[in-house]
């Protein structure tokens, strides 16, 4: 396939969830500029993400966003030659926003419009480098493990143009799983960083939590009994920690950094089935080199006990660097390059 005829600057736009974000990208690798306005704060207070409140937000800001986007490239309008939207999956009224805008600025400016799928462009994130740094070689194939709050997969990537996605969740996703675990111990939204963090002061070994799924055949993940067993837990202990209260030596046997070794356990009851069914499934394929996606591939845990385990068997990881793990603009324009037609 010849390259020389695709976008050369594009500009990336995402409003699927709770982060309106726009960037532009060269030569579908180089970031030379990526905005992010995350709305987390705004919905902090209802301890998970609102439709209707994000949209609203998403119209007020995106034009301000796209704007500084250009600016910090140092490029104007006229200077894109691509315009890729994040449409779909998403809450659809953020994503009717995002689109609209998205679709009124290429038609006013006679420019191409790219429709991306935004898990494949969490995907596409592992390229992305700023200006001035080396660009990875990756080889393909490679098995993806797409890890965030709305999805969590494993994909066997052939190539930039196939790909097939063989495994998915059953029911909550593994950033679900943080968010969820986060809410029920009190520590507030997003839950990922919050317990990535928390536990790091942890035991992770105090209580054995289940590893849902750990040794099922096949590549499918399930985390809501995991949640499950973390609201009983954390319910014992507290009517525990009632009924013990002045009895100073059992209470503090009991109850003494319940919070931060019950998030450490989570954590390591979810890093250990991402890893384990992650290389497990790479085995089986004959794959030998594995990346992450998604904003749960930001964990530290995660990114350390896999680089562990890939190293003892001999596998290459990669992940993006953090600013494209999460939801960002840069990785919507490198999927948008990779399946832009040649005919622009
Ligand atoms: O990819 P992303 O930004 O948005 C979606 O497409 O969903 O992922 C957001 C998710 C949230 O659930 C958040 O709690 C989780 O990624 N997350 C983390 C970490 N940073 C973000 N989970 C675990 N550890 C982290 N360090
Ligand atoms: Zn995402």
Avoid at 74 to 89: S, Y
Avoid at 144 to 165: M, P
Wanted: charged residues 25%; proline residues 4%; hydrophobic residues 40%.
């Amino acid at each position: 396939m010849t390259n020389h005829r695709k976008p050369k600057k594009i500009l990336g736009i995402e409003t699927t969830c709770d982060e309106t974000a726009a960037a532009v990208v060269e030569n579908g690798r180089i970031v030379l500029s990526n905005i992010i306005a995350s709305q987390a704060n705004l919905h902090k207070q209802y301890g998970g993400i609102v439709p209707e409140v994000a949209s609203r937000k998403h119209l007020e800001v995106l034009p301000l966003v796209v704007d500084e986007a250009l600016e910090a490239a140092g490029v104007k309008i006229e200077d894109i030659d691509a315009i890729a939207i994040a449409k779909e999956p998403g809450l659809p009224p953020a994503l009717s926003v995002g689109y609209a805008y998205a679709s009124g600025l290429a038609n006013g400016n006679q420019i191409l419009l790219i429709d991306v799928n935004h898990l494949e462009a969490h995907i596409s994130g592992i390229w992305l480098v700023r200006k001035g740094e080396i660009i990875k070689e990756i080889p393909y194939p490679f098995l993806c493990l797409s890890v965030s709050g709305g999805h969590t997969s494993l994909t066997l990537v052939a190539n930039d143009q196939n790909s097939k996605i063989i495994g998915n969740t059953l029911d909550d996703a593994a950033g679900e799983a943080f968010d969820k675990t986060a809410r029920i111990l009190g520590l507030g939204y997003p839950g990922g960083p919050l317990i990535d963090k928390l536990s790091k002061e942890g035991d992770e070994t105090r209580y054995d939590f289940p590893r849902p799924m750990i040794h099922d055949e096949g590549f499918r993940f399930s985390f809501s009994g995991l949640k499950t067993a973390v609201q009983r837990e954390v319910l014992k202990l507290e009517n525990e920690c009632e009924v013990h209260k002045d009895n100073t030596e059992l209470y503090d046997e009991l109850c003494r950094n319940v919070t931060t070794d019950v998030a450490a356990s989570f954590q390591e009851a979810v890093v250990d089935v991402l890893i384990e069914k992650t290389v497990r499934a790479a085995e089986q394929l004959g794959i030998n080199t594995i990346t992450m996606a998604g904003g749960v591939s930001a964990n530290t845990r995660l990114r350390d006990k896999m680089g562990r385990a890939c190293s003892e068997i001999g596998y290459e990881l990669f992940y993006p660097k953090l600013e494209f793990c999460l939801d960002n603009a840069a990785m919507i324009a490198a999927r948008g390059y990779e399946i832009s037609s040649e005919k622009c």
